[in-house]
């Protein structure tokens, strides 16, 4: 990554000299981006939306966005998995290309019970 020190703590977009960006230099970095990107109403913790839409989409499961977010309760988490509500038909399309093309059919075939 070009803006992100490694490891597990390194920072996201560090200072020039690798420690945390001082508070009013990143709200006048951050404004600046909102203006270029003609997003003038965005938020900080609309990035952090985003991304856990984003992880949700992905198929990420709760406990992972838990893990990822820094939540420490199911409800905090569940608020990204409104993402994941269009899965339903994506699954249900999955499964049905699976039965249709079970070259296993017969005895001994789990989807012999479809």
Known sequence: ??????????LLFPSATGRHIWAPTFAKSFAEAR?????PT?????????GAVLAAQT???LA???SRLGH???AMA?????AAAGADQRIADALDHLRE????????SLLDHI
């Open 59 to 61: 198929g990420a499961t």
């Open 78 to 82: 569940m608020r990204y998995q409104h």
């Open 1 to 10: 990554m070009r803006h992100a020190q490694k490891g597990a703590d390194g």
């Open 35 to 39: 203006e270029a990107a003609g997003r």
């Open 101 to 108: 093309s079970d070259g296993r059919r017969g005895e001994g």
């Open 72 to 74: 420490t309760t199911p």
């Open 64 to 66: 992972e966005l838990m």
């Open 42 to 50: 965005l938020r900080v913790h609309d990035l952090r939306h985003s």
